[in-house]
């Protein structure tokens, strides 16, 4: 993944738990950089390796532990130079799901070896629609789950989500029902 996700997850340790926690993780990733670059690419498995040593440090489910990160990625993705695509797709939380896609492309411009996850929003009520969430990765649901809630919070709606469909032998693709409480 881009160095800019492994600096996230660098600054929210940095935010919550202090350098010294930073350095303690970093070894037990087996990770020697303490810092990455934003916009050069790494292999995948030191960001899962990092999330792996985050749980033994702080003893929470590699499931919290990705939920918790999904929601600090959108304050701090959206005070990156990025931040303004996400208010592209327009002001509602269900607008900017429905332009995840284009947001991601482009942000491709500039990363021209991202590997983005796709999105389908289906809008099965006025209040209740279906997110289908379809990635190359795995075992990463629990953070979009977390993305979702702070999406929400940012556009200042109140939303229940809960996970219909995992991906499996017989789904290619996660599923999360989303409802929206305020409508
Ligand atoms: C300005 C805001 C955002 C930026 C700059 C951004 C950028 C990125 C980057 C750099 C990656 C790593 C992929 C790679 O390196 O191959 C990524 C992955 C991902 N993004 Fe975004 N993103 C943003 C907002 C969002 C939002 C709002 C969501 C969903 C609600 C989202 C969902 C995801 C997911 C689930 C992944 C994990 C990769 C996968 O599933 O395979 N992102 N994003």
Redo the contacts with the bound molecule.
Sequence with gaps: ??G??NEGIRTFILDNHGSEAWRTICAKAGVDELEFERMS??D?TITYNLVGAICDYTGLAARDVLCVF?KY??EF??A?T?????RLSGESFVD??KG?DD??DR?LLS?P?????S?EVDQVSKDTCLLH?????DG?AP??EG??H??AAKTGERIEVRQVTPKSDTSDHDVFEIRLLDR
């Design positions: 993944m881009y800019m996700v690419s790494y995948d999904g990625w959108i993705a959206g990156s990025f931040g303004t695509l996400m900017q799901l995840l947001m991601h942000i990363m070896h991202l590997k983005p996850p999105f969430y379809y990635s190359d990765r990463l953070m979009v993305l979702l702070g999406l």
